[in-house]
């Protein structure tokens, strides 16, 4: 028992759950104002939060010791439920800002397209690991498993949120190349993937919007330019060492989403660039342990799987960052385990979660390789020898 804990990645633990409980006191900071407006109440979203940082720990618990190799076996169920919880959304979906993106069931409200960006990289981990023989051929190695994520793609599309279907996209990629690829397969998928965005961008005047914005904020402050202006300010505000904890003036009114999407920004104005430093710190140690489990990981499922959650992650957090500082135009993407949002919180632990159970399977292999059962040392042939 002792052998095992001390085999569990706590480099990684730390990180994430340092990230995690600092996001807790941020959202509190940024959300008490509206809080108290809207529910006379300065603890009604922390008190929120922390129910599902509650439940995020039990998640967590649980998959740090669930063995990865069995998410194969429930690749298929994991994709079919995410299909259904999608069609659910728009069939009797909770609208919310022009978006149908969250679904009630049993009382609890819930983001399916958060579960969905788990779930695509399992199944995307899992088909083109069994598909090393047929890998270099398009028609029957790299495009079959990307029609599911193309239908995916479409349903998160329709609720809309282009931004979840981008970061899809973009995870997607990562793993088609990691999986051995041909690189005038990945040439055509990307300039396709691409183009068809670019489409999609011009077919909705809110997204011409974000981009004018992204473009020149200040051309724009009396409308969809002011939540960049309003984040430019609360960066300014906080200099190197922050104005203070609680001493945020943007998020009382004047910062929409300021506990969301834009979480950051008062991070920002709070902490400093010192605030800053720590969260981009303990991304940098998630994605450096991360790389590593997937490096190290003599099994492509396990291998595959570890990237596509790390660069996830990390894509996120390159998504909300370059929106929140104006180097990227707004996509509405949470940052993970810091921004409010139970079911983002959730699966960003879950996901860690996995990295720690791949790690702990490492140290295994590594140190009894002899306590590999017969069936994963075939699979791991097969896929690196075939």
Same mark, same amino acid.
């Given at each position: 028992?002792?052998?095992?804990?001390?085999?569990f990645d706590?480099i990684?633990?730390?990180?994430?759950?340092?990230?995690?409980?600092?996001?807790?006191?941020?959202?509190?900071?940024a959300?008490?104002?509206?809080?108290i407006?809207?529910?006379?109440?300065?603890?009604?979203?922390?008190?929120?939060?922390?129910?599902?940082?509650?439940?995020?720990?039990?998640?967590?618990?649980?998959?740090?010791?669930f063995r990865?190799?069995?998410?194969?076996?429930?690749?298929?169920?994991?994709?079919?439920?995410?299909?259904?919880?999608?069609?659910?959304?728009?069939a009797?979906?909770?609208?919310?800002?022009?978006?149908?993106?969250?679904v009630?069931?049993?009382g609890?409200?819930?983001?399916p397209?958060?579960?969905v960006?788990?779930?695509?990289?399992?199944?995307?981990?899992?088909?083109y690991?069994?598909?090393q023989?047929?890998i270099?051929?398009?028609?029957?190695?790299?495009?079959p498993?990307?029609?599911?994520?193309?239908?995916?793609?479409?349903l998160?599309?329709?609720?809309?949120?282009? $931004?979840t279907?981008?970061?899809?996209l973009?995870?997607? &990629?990562?793993?088609?190349? /990691?999986? *051995? #690829? =041909?690189?005038r397969? +990945?040439?055509?998928?990307?300039?396709l993937?691409?183009?068809?965005?670019?489409?999609?961008v011009?077919?909705?005047?809110?997204?011409?919007?974000r981009?004018?914005a992204?473009?020149?904020?200040?051309?724009?402050?009396?409308s969809?330019?002011?939540?960049?202006?309003?984040?430019?300010?609360?960066?300014?505000?906080?200099?190197?060492?922050?104005?203070?904890?609680?001493?945020?003036v943007?998020?009382l009114?004047?910062?929409?989403?300021?506990?969301?999407?834009?979480?950051?920004?008062?991070i920002?104005?709070?902490?400093?660039?010192?605030?800053? $430093?720590?969260?981009?710190l303990?991304?940098?140690?998630? &994605?450096?342990?991360g790389? /590593?489990i *997937? #490096? =190290?990981?003599?099994? +492509?499922?396990?291998?595959?799987l570890?990237?596509?959650?790390?660069?996830q992650?990390?894509?996120?957090?390159?998504l909300?960052?370059?929106a929140?500082?104006?180097?990227?135009?707004?996509?509405?993407?949470?940052?993970?385990?810091?921004?409010?949002?139970?079911?983002?919180?959730?699966?960003?632990?879950?996901?860690?979660?996995?990295?720690?159970?791949?790690?702990?399977?490492?140290?295994?292999?590594?140190?009894?390789?002899?306590?590999?059962d017969?069936?994963?040392?075939?699979?791991?042939?097969?896929?690196?020898?075939?």
């Amino acid at each position: 028992m002792r052998e095992r804990i001390k085999a569990f990645d706590w480099i990684l633990i730390s990180a994430v759950f340092a990230l995690t409980l600092f996001g807790l006191i941020m959202v509190y900071s940024a959300s008490y104002p509206l809080s108290i407006d809207q529910f006379n109440s300065s603890t009604y979203f922390i008190f929120r939060q922390l129910i599902y940082f509650g439940l995020g720990v039990l998640v967590f618990a649980v998959l740090m010791n669930f063995r990865y190799h069995y998410y194969k076996k429930l690749s298929p169920y994991i994709i079919g439920l995410s299909i259904v919880l999608l069609v659910l959304v728009l069939a009797l979906g909770i609208a919310a800002n022009e978006a149908t993106r969250w679904v009630n069931i049993a009382g609890i409200s819930m983001q399916p397209s958060e579960l969905v960006k788990l779930g695509v990289i399992i199944y995307l981990a899992q088909v083109y690991s069994q598909k090393q023989k047929y890998i270099d051929q398009f028609a029957t190695g790299v495009a079959p498993p990307l029609i599911i994520v193309v239908g995916l793609f479409t349903l998160i599309l329709l609720q809309p949120d282009l $931004g979840t279907a981008v970061l899809i996209l973009l995870v997607t &990629g990562v793993i088609v190349f /990691l999986s *051995g #690829a =041909r690189f005038r397969h +990945l040439a055509f998928l990307g300039t396709l993937s691409a183009a068809v965005v670019l489409f999609l961008v011009f077919q909705a005047d809110y997204r011409v919007n974000r981009i004018l914005a992204f473009r020149d904020p200040f051309a724009y402050d009396d409308s969809f330019g002011l939540q960049l202006i309003q984040s430019y300010i609360s960066i300014a505000h906080g200099g190197l060492t922050g104005a203070g904890f609680g001493q945020s003036v943007q998020k009382l009114g004047y910062l929409p989403e300021a506990h969301t999407d834009f979480i950051l920004a008062i991070i920002a104005e709070e902490t400093g660039w010192l605030g800053i $430093g720590f969260v981009i710190l303990c991304f940098f140690i998630i &994605g450096f342990r991360g790389l /590593l489990i *997937g #490096a =190290r990981c003599k099994n +492509l499922f396990g291998s595959l799987l570890a990237y596509g959650i790390v660069f996830q992650l990390l894509f996120q957090f390159i998504l909300n960052a370059g929106a929140v500082s104006g180097m990227l135009p707004i996509t509405g993407i949470p940052l993970p385990f810091i921004s409010y949002g139970g079911t983002s919180l959730i699966i960003s632990l879950a996901g860690a979660a996995i990295l720690v159970n791949i790690s702990l399977q490492n140290h295994k292999d590594r140190h009894h390789p002899q306590s590999k059962d017969i069936q994963e040392q075939e699979e791991e042939n097969v896929a690196f020898h075939a």
